[in-house]
């Protein structure tokens, strides 16, 4: 459950009290120092040019000698009309910062003096002087006259970013430490990831701010009270100067310019906020901001040159306070950088570098703040950033089952699936029933009922088929797209409890059968496929024929033809093979079908049933007794030949006598990696399944009667026919549903391969649960019990 932080907010750590003076406001004017140097350079040129450089240059040297700014002042005993000095240094700074640009632009394009590296090096120089504009921009925006937020709005407009005032105020402030803040950068998140991202969201989002707050108010979003119009104004003014005073050429220097201020502004904003999250409440809300969630710092020389912005902590706890009043907080109220802004800015630019130096600060934050939160994944997560409304979802998945975990950060969009009717009338909230068991058997009859009964094939295809599509590369879009979203409801209801995994396997099994069939037919339509005699049939074999899928199932497909001209029907086969390809790609029910791999020749049922009938191969033969078609072009009656062509090479083919003595021989040991690796286990899932198959390829008398029969049911009907004992028949029926129910889960949480010694709490018991085990522990019992009775069963039939 999420927790607030077990720290209370306080007021600052500093050292010392600061008293409002004149004397103690004289530092903040030493940023003003750079002006004279600037008009001095843009004036004379030449080396000139270096001692605007220099001066930033020997500040830094500064940063770590002049030590800790760690003073604080009472802003409660501090009134406004105490702090003029202070206010007056930001002011000089707005004033002179325009007027500073515009003549070194008259300089540097206008006036003719400099040669063309001296304008390019007076660029760099006011790029770098630049910086501090949205220091002093956001100071000036948060105050309460309007003089003051327009004069700070008008120096953002002079980097072409005055719509940061609408996206800081009402966007970053509101939602700072949330995923609905892009300024708030994730941990794992590289600087060059967050720019763009940024950038593109500050003015989209905006722009949706100012656009709903006009709706708010009945008005159309080109109103002139829009602030937008005001944001042109501002901008056009200074392109307008600058084309004036250059051209094109000005206005492409310009730009480039403005964004070189942009990019050092959002590593600030990406170094101020990285990693830290505002927790979610049980009532859904996030709690308040406080001055743990922002990085702060103390360099001394720092904050007087940017006027206190590394106090960015208490700036978001407390934004209305002017900064000479905003207050530095120690290691016990909030997280410190380990150096000063400027190292800080070179260290974000190197991904590698800056995770290996702050992640670690991150989970010390974690650990310091939050201590009772033990897992943080699902604040970490992909998912959690694009649907923050979905987070008991999305740490239920991410703690439970991985692999969903891994579909839902790649593609945050399942979620949606969740919200669906279809979803939500099946997986009942909690308190509608006298008790939980109650409920928990509520939920897996309905999701029982109606994945297994209620919607099937057929009503799968109607609801596709209800969606428009034009042309196969749609059709296989949608499908995909269908597939994934049933998929992932199905898997959420299975890892809940609410089906077992052979029940979903059927259910998966449904849903391909589905999907290809939509593609195929979108295939036959757009090649107008129906010849005039004869068609396609279209064959799956293995776990999807048998009605067990999982995801990651193989897409191995037959495709046969009868009648017409063979040529037309070959060309249609290989259409209908690259649009199964298409679909299997990003699936996640269907394993994706290298594009290398060699395809299955294709056979007319003539030769397919000469081929079984004189010759063939045992595996050809085996792949037979799951094989079923799903889909036919042209003669609807081709289904109906090959189930016969099926079975009579089945009961026939040169092949039976071969593939019998295969089955019956009994492979040899595999080394085991892990309690739960059944595939290979003596007695496991390898092994009970070649004793299907031997029993039904060998003892079946009608095996056209179930034309990709499980396991499981094999042993049943052999029971009941007397070709094995009734006994025997229960146990190898109940193992061969075991090791599907063990393998469906492990696919569905993670892999066949599960790391038994890494695997959580939460994920054992979602796997024990599904195989209707009591702990993990009883699980691998049950597993080694299994395997050893099913082994001597088989031993029994084989011999």
């Known amino acids: 459950m999420a927790q607030t932080s077990d720290l209370g907010a306080g007021r600052g750590g500093g050292t010392g009290e600061i008293e409002p003076s004149f004397r103690n406001a004289l530092p903040y004017f030493l940023a003003l120092a750079i002006f004279p140097l600037v008009i001095n350079a843009a004036v004379h040129g030449g080396w000139w040019i270096a001692l605007p450089l220099a001066f930033y240059w020997v500040a830094g040297l500064f940063e770590g000698r002049l030590g800790e700014d760690e003073g604080n002042m009472d802003p409660e005993a501090t009134p406004e009309d105490r702090l003029f000095w202070y206010k007056l240094a930001v002011w000089m700074w707005a004033v002179l910062w325009p007027a500073t640009l515009v003549f070194s632009l008259w300089q540097m394009l206008v006036a003719g003096r400099l040669a063309a590296w001296e304008v390019v090096l007076m660029a760099l120089v006011l790029a770098t002087v630049a910086q501090s504009v949205f220091i002093v921009g956001h100071e000036m925006i948060h105050r309460l006259s309007a003089w003051e937020r327009r004069f700070g709005e008008f120096l953002l407009a002079s980097v072409s970013y005055p719509h940061y005032v609408t996206e800081h105020i009402y966007i970053h402030h509101a939602l700072v430490g949330t995923p609905w803040d892009v300024g708030s950068a994730p941990r794992g998140q590289s600087f060059w990831h967050y720019f763009p991202r940024e950038v593109a969201s500050n003015f989209t989002e905006s722009w949706r701010v100012q656009r709903n707050r006009l709706a708010r108010r009945h008005l159309p979003v080109w109103h002139y009270s829009n602030p937008f119009w005001r944001y042109f104004v501002e901008c056009a003014f200074w392109y307008a100067l600058i084309w004036w005073m250059g051209g094109a050429w000005a206005v492409a220097v310009y730009v480039v310019l403005c964004l070189g201020v942009v990019f050092s ?148 969009a399942l979620l949606d699936n969740l919200a669906r009717k279809e979803f939500t009338d099946l997986d009942l909230p909690g308190g509608f029933g006298p008790d939980s068991q109650f409920e928990a058997l509520a939920r897996r009859g309905l999701a029982r009922v109606y994945w297994t009964h209620e919607f099937g094939v057929a009503e799968m295809k109607e609801e596709i088929a209800d969606i428009p599509v034009q042309g196969v590369r749609e059709a296989v879009e949608i499908a995909r797209g269908w597939s994934n979203g049933k998929t992932f409801q199905i898997a959420v209801h299975t890892m809940r409890g609410n089906l077992t995994p052979v029940e979903a396997s059927k259910a998966l099994a449904n849903v391909a059968e589905a999907s290809i069939a939509a593609v195929l037919s979108a295939v036959e339509e757009e090649l107008a496929g129906r010849a005039a005699d004869g068609g396609v049939a279209t064959v799956v074999l293995g776990d999807l024929a048998s009605g067990e899928a999982a995801p990651g199932c193989d897409l191995d497909v037959l495709f046969l033809h009868a009648g017409g001209p063979p040529r037309h029907h070959e060309s249609l086969c290989r259409a209908l093979l690259e649009a199964l390809c298409e679909l299997s790609r990003d699936n996640l029910l269907l394993a994706p079908v290298p594009r290398d791999r060699e395809p299955r020749t294709v056979r007319s049922l003539a030769e397919f049933v000469d081929r079984h009938r004189t010759g063939g191969t045992a595996a050809e033969l085996l792949e037979l007794t799951r094989a079923r078609c799903v889909h036919t072009c042209g003669d609807d009656g081709l289904r109906e030949r090959f189930g ?126 599904a195989c209707g085990a009591s702990g993990f522990d009883a699980l691998t019992a049950t597993v080694r019990e299994t395997a050893a009775g099913a082994a001597r069963d088989i031993d029994a039939i084989a011999a």
């Open 265 to 412: 502004m959002k590593i600030s904003n990406y170094l101020q906020h990285y990693g830290l999250r505002r927790i979610r409440l049980p009532s859904g809300k996030f709690e308040r901001v406080q001055p743990w969630h922002s990085w702060s710092a103390a360099r001394k020389m720092d904050n007087w040159l940017f006027f206190n912005m590394q106090r960015h902590s208490d700036h978001h706890a407390a934004a209305g306070r002017r900064y000479p009043q905003m207050q530095h907080h120690g290691e016990d109220m909030s997280p410190q950088l380990p150096g000063g802004y400027g190292k800080m800015f070179a260290l974000a630019l190197f991904p590698r570098r800056w995770f290996a130096v702050m992640d670690p600060l991150v989970d010390e934050w974690r650990a310091r703040f939050y201590p009772r939160i033990e897992d943080w994944s699902a604040y970490d997560s992909p998912a959690f950033a694009a649907r923050p409304d979905a987070f008991e979802a999305i740490e239920e998945i991410l703690g439970a089952a991985p692999r969903l975990g891994e579909w839902i950060n790649h593609d945050p």
């Open 644 to 769: 016969r062509a099926r079975r009579d090479a089945l009961l026939h083919g040169a092949a039976r006598d071969r593939l019998i003595a295969e089955l019956r021989e009994a492979p040899g040991d595999a080394p085991v990696p892990g309690p739960l690796s059944i595939e290979h286990l003596r007695g496991g899932l390898r092994d009970v399944e070649r004793a299907a198959r031997f029993l039904y390829v060998a003892n079946c008398a009608d095996p056209s009667d179930a034309p990709a029969p499980s396991a499981a049911s094999v042993f049943s009907a052999a029971g009941e026919d007397g070709l094995i004992s009734r006994e025997a028949a229960g146990r190898l029926a109940e193992a061969a549903a075991a090791w599907r129910n063990l393998r469906g889960i492990l696919r569905l949480v993670s892999d066949d391969d599960l790391a038994v010694e890494t695997a959580s709490p939460k994920v054992e018991a979602v796997i024990a649960r």
